[in-house]
């Protein structure tokens, strides 16, 4: 299983664009997210070797502009891909997607994409006082469970507490947005206990996790913290 990193706000050169968003591509055929702009996304490809023909489906983790705006300049490329997004997403999301000629797949509840691939489906958090959707992917592989978030807004330990309820599997990495953001060390700390109770080997936050949560992470994982950056493949 490999796991390559096509958008975040890091890159391991500087040849790869950079911005706010992530986006990740599994064993070449399910893409988790899009970050902020197609054009940068698409390039990002082209230099990573991707290939477009070989992506099934694309996972839109919540709909905000850093995770779903690259996927228009990629249907243009693609045409009827399936897109993966939760049935409250806005209406102008699901009406773009059907225009830009995706195939829309709403999913309320733990569904399977692909053998190895399920989404959560629909958790709700919230976002400025207002209720927010978002999905997270759980991967299968050898080494366990990789969980990929995008921003975490329905709170990371209650992502991970949904997926152990629906596979039993041990949970190898988490990796992507945590929404720490804001929190105080304490907050983060607590956090972190409560990723080594939960039996959690490995861990790779990054974009709205915030620095120094990020920091934090890195000292309590050591040799088993994943910095996450764009051209890093993840093989599990």
Not at 29 to 44: A, I, M, P
Not at 165 to 182: A, K, S
Request: glycine fraction near 10%; aromatic fraction near 8%; hydrophobic fraction near 40%.
């Amino acid at each position: 299983m490999k796991i390559k990193v096509l958008f975040d706000k890091d890159a391991l050169n500087s040849e790869l664009k950079t911005g706010w968003g992530v986006s990740f591509l599994i064993d070449d055929k399910v893409l988790f997210d899009t970050g902020e702009k197609g054009e940068w996304l698409l390039g990002n490809m082209k230099k990573l070797g991707v290939d477009l023909d070989k992506i099934e489906a694309v996972v839109i983790s919540h709909d905000h502009w850093d995770h779903k705006d690259g996927v228009w300049d990629l249907l243009k490329q693609r045409p009827g891909l399936k897109v993966y997004g939760c049935p409250r997403f806005g209406k102008k999301f699901k009406q773009k997607v059907k225009s830009s000629g995706g195939k829309l797949i709403e999913v309320d509840k733990f569904t399977k994409i692909t053998d190895d691939i399920y989404t959560t489906g629909e958790i709700l958090g919230r976002y400025i006082l207002r209720p927010l959707p978002e999905q997270v992917l759980a991967v299968k592989t050898q080494k366990g469970i990789v969980v990929l978030t995008g921003c975490a807004h329905p709170g990371i330990i209650k992502i991970i507490e949904k997926i152990k309820e629906n596979l039993p599997e041990r949970i190898y990495l988490v990796l992507g947005g945590f929404h720490l953001m804001e929190k105080d060390e304490p907050a983060v700390k607590e956090i972190i206990s409560r990723f080594r109770q939960l039996g959690i080997q490995r861990a790779g936050p990054t974009h709205c996790t915030g620095e120094r949560a990020i920091e934090l992470f890195r000292d309590e994982y050591t040799s088993n913290f994943m910095p996450i950056k764009v051209g890093r493949v993840i093989e599990v």
